[in-house]
């Protein structure tokens, strides 16, 4: 904090203020191992996330950047230590997956590139610990979108326009379908991660989870950038039901609340 300026004259006396504000990190963490407990997730020593069962994913929290030792241990335990890892967090986005049977758990650590475009950005992880490499495929013999991903491997992004897609897992090179993946409905404006879990012919059976990982603003239901009459429409369309985009609160339905926000937020994408 600092004076300057000068008293009765110009410019005028005043008070500055400087900040310092440590850079940010985000940080989730994605439950994978299938034979695993639920879990809690500690960041140096600190119970930072609690019951995170199979299948389930964290939001993004803010942390300051740095070094953190994360440990993962079952729900409500100190004990036995499943996960002991070091990540070095800088200002960026990270995701963090739990993976392989628990005898074998493993971290796999993700830098997230969530920006944002008019297409639709989607990258798959392939997190079935029995399940070969497999060709993710528009479903009834469509065009493959990534191929041979392997067992703990990232596949990337990429763009694609929005709608609602029927994809299918095939194994690597081969037409044989190892599971059907019907109905991802993705916008413009927002970014998602699809996940193969699971077991192959095993229990929990194989299958897929999808998580919206970034997104201009929660009133664009359409994902065109900016929150209007299209929006209005969209939400009138899907009223009384479960629709995730027009369910603006993340509430299960979609309501009058919604509808609210909607119009409070509206000409706007913020």
């Known amino acids: 904090m600092w004076a300057s300026g000068f008293l009765n004259q110009e410019p005028a006396l005043g008070v500055a203020v400087s900040l310092d504000v440590a850079p940010k990190a985000k940080l989730r963490v994605i439950h994978a191992s ?33 070094t953190y030792n994360v440990k993962v241990v079952p729900a409500g335990l100190d004990d036995p230590i499943v996960i002991d890892a070091d990540l ?27 920006a944002l475009d008019a297409l639709a950005r989607i990258r798959f992880i392939h997190a079935s610990p029995n399940a070969p490499a497999v060709d993710i495929a528009l479903a009834n013999g469509g065009p493959v979108l990534f191929a041979d991903v392997e067992f703990g491997e990232n596949a990337g992004y990429i763009e694609v326009p929005g709608g609602t897609y029927d994809l299918e897992a095939r194994v690597a090179g ?6 059907s993946v019907p109905g991802l409905k993705v916008t413009g404006f927002r970014n998602f991660t699809v996940l193969a879990t699971g077991l192959l012919g095993g229990n929990p059976a194989l299958g897929v989870i ?12 359409i994902g065109d950038g900016k929150t209007g009459v299209n929006d209005i429409l969209a939400l009138l369309d899907s009223y009384g039901s479960s629709d995730q985009f027009a369910d603006v609160d993340g509430s299960g339905i979609v309501d009058v609340n919604d509808a609210m926000q909607l119009i409070m937020n509206y000409g706007r994408c913020d």
């Open 174 to 179: 081969t037409d044989t379908v190892a599971l």
């Open 210 to 221: 999808a998580t919206l990982d970034a997104q201009k603003c929660a009133t664009d239901i």
């Open 34 to 66: 299938p034979d695993a407990p639920a879990v809690d997730v500690k960041l140096n020593g600190t119970r930072a996330i609690t019951e995170l069962a199979f299948n389930e994913a964290t939001d993004y929290a803010m942390v300051d950047s740095g």
């Open 88 to 114: 070095d967090l800088m200002a960026k986005d990270y995701t963090v997956i739990a993976s392989d049977v628990l005898s074998s758990i493993t971290p796999i650590v993700l830098e997230d590139d969530n």
